[in-house]
């Protein structure tokens, strides 16, 4: 069978497919850009971060072939996985837009004894698993069979970052991860992206509950809904619409996340009140505001005051924070207001203007949680948090308490839900094509495959769960080289997600010579054998491979 990518629109493939050498393992690159566009763009680029391209084209099938090299390098297949790029333009709009599109480009069902009768695998996985290329496009399809049978499709907004498109972030090519502040790091979204077309995503459309072709598929397998103790591949559509909303109720039970999350995972930060004695204790909270800077603990740190207004039009309570001037003194304290009538931002502008150093907003219906907060206002500069609503009931009687900021819990873990397992992406306003197709925001440190890209992350070398999750699914790893594999029983990534060969691929980038390069690669080599991860021989066999492969 075929089934297209729900995410992708086959009208953006432009112009003839040229096909580039192999990469290092197996991952090929088809370019779809036309002549001048794209890839193939050829305005003069100065070589940042390892990157030595000289044209844009030039740097971007660089940093494009660095991340096929990396996943080409853990994972493990005999197959080719053909991946079509594009940096064409896409639409956008000069404050927002799509950065990329990227997915599975065909799915193959029953194509080997032993796993889940029609269930959908992504193609460059059921290649793995079956030894061949069980679809090799049909050649009468208007793009031929080198595209109608490619496994993953990658299309990134060649406009990023020129006027009127997504203006401010452009794309930074180097192979560092060590993009700055006002770029956006394409490697980083690229690994990201790539890992969504080899198996991190459903089918399944969270909005309408729809399946791809009616049928289950393997990621679905995983999903688990703790509200209803059902996984997603035994639920009907209706079942899947109400459990994608259920934020912090869907989980990924796979036993290899589940295994390594709990220690690559830091735990939670609480917020901490040290007096009066009637409200010391540690309390949850959620940062993340649309507005406002990032929460840090020293701005929470001090005393705290439930903020007092007028009970006016403009807000009905007296801690709402809706009118000013507060009626009580708040300058360089933090305050607590309820949440209502009157926008977050609003009320964050307001303690503001009172002198305040931060916000606490409570919840204000009966036995919810801290909430998420949206609102724009590039006026306000205070960070803003949210508690739960009878934590701030008692906050706010307390009228004045003493923060010493944010701690972390003694035992819960950032990311996994009551269970123990690893929580995934279930906003309560559906975003189809995101919405459970990713780890949940509230991982900490921030993974490659939460839905947001953070600066922290460093995927040149390190895609941490990543490969856990691949490995759930069926994926084998093996460290390969230039098209050697280091033989089965060696993994291609450390546990913690640490790509083995990723400081070879740095050795090429920065060696003068042939010769540098080998000696940084025995280096490298010696150091795996050192640790145990690959064997003498391997050593030897992977070193030859480097060198012809430079
Ligand atoms: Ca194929
Ligand atoms: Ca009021
Ligand atoms: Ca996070
Ligand atoms: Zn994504």
């Known amino acids: 069978m075929k089934t297209s990518f729900k995410a992708l629109c086959a009208g953006a493939i432009l112009?003839?497919?040229?096909?580039?050498?192999?990469?290092?393992?197996?991952?090929?690159l088809v370019n779809v850009d036309p002549a001048g566009i794209g890839f193939n763009d050829p305005t003069p680029a100065t070589p940042?971060?390892?990157?030595?391209?000289?044209?844009?084209?030039?740097?971007?099938?660089?940093?494009?072939?660095?991340?096929?090299?990396?996943?080409?390098?853990?994972?493990?297949?005999?197959?080719?996985?053909?991946?079509?790029?594009?940096?064409?333009?896409?639409?956008?709009?000069?404050?927002?837009?799509?950065?990329?599109q990227a997915g599975a480009w065909n799915g193959e069902i029953n194509f080997k004894p032993g796993i889940p009768v029609n269930t959908i695998y992504p193609s460059a996985l059921a290649n793995a698993m079956a030894g061949i290329d069980l679809y090799e496009g049909n050649p009468a399809s208007p793009d031929g069979a080198l595209i109608d049978g490619a496994d993953i499709a990658a299309f990134f907004n060649g406009n990023v970052g020129t006027p009127g498109c997504i203006e401010g972030s452009p794309w930074y090519y180097g192979l560092d991860s060590n993009s700055p502040a006002d770029k956006t790091d394409f490697l980083n979204v690229f690994m990201?992206?790539?890992s969504h077309g080899l198996g991190f995503a459903n089918w399944v459309n969270e909005a309408t509950g729809v399946r791809a072709a009616g049928l289950n598929d393997i990621y679905m397998t995983f999903q688990k809904?703790?509200?209803?103790?059902?996984?997603?591949?035994?639920?009907?559509?209706?079942?899947?619409?109400?459990?994608?909303?259920?934020?912090?109720?869907?989980?990924?039970?796979?036993?290899n996340v589940t295994a390594r999350a709990p220690s690559m995972l830091d735990r939670v930060q609480m917020l901490t009140i040290t007096a009066p004695a009637g409200v010391a204790g540690q309390y949850d909270f959620l940062g993340g505001a649309s507005f406002g800077s990032v929460p840090t603990s020293a701005?929470?740190?001090?005393?705290?005051?439930?903020?007092?207004?007028?009970?006016?039009a403009a807000g009905p309570s007296v801690n709402d924070g809706c009118s000013t001037p507060f009626t009580n003194d708040v300058s360089g304290k933090v305050v607590i207001v309820r949440r209502g009538t009157c926008g977050f931002a609003v009320k964050a502008k307001n303690a503001q203007l009172m002198g305040a150093k931060a916000i606490i907003i409570a919840n204000n219906a009966a036995g919810t949680g801290p909430m998420g907060m949206g609102g724009t206002d590039s006026s306000v500069t205070i960070p803003a948090i949210s508690v739960g609503t009878d934590n701030g009931t008692a906050l706010i009687a307390a009228g004045s308490f003493t923060s010493a900021g944010f701690t972390p819990h003694p035992t819960r873990i950032a990311g996994l839900a009551s269970d123990g397992h690893l929580r995934l992406y279930a906003p309560t306003a559906v975003a189809v094509g995101s919405t459970a197709s990713h780890w949940d925001v509230v991982a900490e440190p921030s993974l490659l495959m939460e839905p947001?890209?953070?600066?922290?992350?460093?995927?040149?070398?390190?895609?941490?769960?990543?490969?856990?999750l691949f490995e759930d699914i069926g994926w084998k790893t093996e460290i390969s080289l230039a098209g050697c594999g280091a033989g089965s029983g060696t993994r291609g990534a450390s546990v913690t997600g640490e790509i083995y060969a990723a400081p070879i691929f740095i050795c090429a980038d920065n060696a003068a010579t042939k010769g540098d390069f080998q000696s940084c690669t025995v280096q490298h080599l010696s150091n795996l054998r050192n640790a145990g991860i690959i064997s003498g021989v391997t050593k030897g066999t992977l070193g030859v491979c480097a060198a012809n492969g430079k």
């Open 15 to 28: 112009g003839a497919a040229s096909l580039l050498p192999a990469q290092a393992a197996n991952m090929v």
């Open 48 to 100: 940042v971060g390892g990157n030595p391209g000289t044209t844009l084209g030039q740097q971007r099938i660089i940093a494009y072939s660095r991340a096929l090299q990396l996943w080409g390098s853990v994972l493990k297949s005999d197959v080719p996985i053909t991946v079509l790029g594009s940096f064409s333009p896409l639409p956008c709009t000069a404050t927002g837009g799509t950065l990329a």
């Open 192 to 194: 990201h992206e790539l």
């Open 225 to 255: 809904d703790l509200a209803t103790g059902k996984l997603w591949s035994q639920m009907t559509g209706a079942e899947i619409v109400a459990a994608a909303t259920r934020d912090g109720q869907e989980v990924w039970v796979g036993p």
């Open 299 to 312: 701005a929470f740190t001090g005393e705290v005051v439930a903020a007092l207004d007028a009970a006016d």
């Open 452 to 468: 947001f890209n953070t600066v922290l992350l460093e995927a040149s070398h390190n895609v941490d769960l990543t490969v856990s």
